[in-house]
């Protein structure tokens, strides 16, 4: 069964960090490039950071100096590293892989994306 697990959100004050994980299994990431997405309360998934095979990230302005996407291989997993988180980063993160032959891409769309998390909620709060 291929799976993605997201772990590590809960609620953090203001300035705060949290790091996210996410588990794959029945696959292996090394020929994914990975992505990390989010969804706040009424609004739409919007994406936040993807990885490509070799390790090249890109990440979205907002968050961009705050996060940062990093993988593992050899645990096959991935991870979010979010650091002076806001209120508005409040969000469900969700990760996402898709299967490339390249290693240098990775995705910033969320209908490019073969497999998907249930997702970690995140709040930030004081």
């Known amino acids: 069964q291929l799976q993605l697990v997201e772990s590590g959100g809960g609620l953090v004050q203001p300035g705060g960090s949290l790091r996210l994980s996410c588990a794959a299994s029945g696959f292996s990431l090394d020929y994914h490039a990975i992505g990390w997405f989010r969804q706040a309360p009424g609004k739409e998934r919007e994406w936040v950071s993807c990885i490509s095979r070799s390790g090249s990230t890109n990440a979205a302005d907002s968050v961009k100096g705050r996060f940062t996407i990093s993988r593992d291989n050899a645990k096959n997993t991935a991870y979010l590293q979010m650091n002076s988180l806001k209120p508005e980063d409040t969000a469900v993160y969700y990760c996402?892989?898709?299967?490339?032959?390249?290693?240098?891409?990775?995705?910033?769309?969320?209908?490019?994306?073969?497999?998907w998390g249930k997702g970690t909620l995140v709040t930030v709060s004081s």
């Open positions: 996402a892989a898709r299967g490339v032959s390249s290693r240098y891409v990775c995705y910033d769309h969320s209908y490019a994306m073969d497999y």
